[in-house]
Nanobody, 123 residues
Framework: QVQLVESGGGSVQAGGSLKLACVAS????????MAWFRQAPGKEREGVAA???????TYTYAVQGRFTISRDDASDTLYLEMNSLKPEDTGAYYC??????????????????WGQGTQVTVS
């Protein structure tokens, strides 16, 4: 069982930056594939970025070159650095943990544990 707590959301102007963090507890962090998902009002949840246990990263096309996912296994923390933010990046951002990526790294079916979310608003 893994508990995930996100932080770092907020309101920024277009072109600005934010860095999200997700602290994990309850199990060995290094065992887990980790990812960030987001959900905009009226839209389905989508995978934004994922990182596997070896540090290999995957990004959805819309954020490539602007977002960077990373993990600090020493502090059990997942990060998402977001630069050049656009209004279409607005949404609730969720951290997720899973034991595999059999469905593809950005597919929610892989992830068993989820945080409560942190809101990002870009205007």
């Amino acid at each position: 069982q893994v508990q995930l707590v996100e932080s770092g959301g907020g309101s920024v102007q277009a072109g600005g930056s934010l860095k999200l963090a997700c602290v994990a507890s309850g199990d060995i962090f290094t065992r887990y594939y980790m990812a960030w998902f987001r959900q905009a009002p009226g839209k389905e949840r989508e995978g934004v970025a994922a990182i596997d246990t070896a540090g290999l990263t995957t990004y959805t096309y819309a954020v490539q070159g602007r977002f960077t996912i990373s993990r600090d296994d020493a502090s059990d923390t997942l990060y998402l650095e977001m630069n050049s933010l656009k209004p279409e990046d607005t949404g609730a951002y969720y951290c997720a943990a899973g034991n595999h990526a059999l469905y593809g790294p950005l597919q929610s079916e892989n992830y068993k544990f989820w945080g409560q979310g942190t809101q990002v608003t870009v205007s």
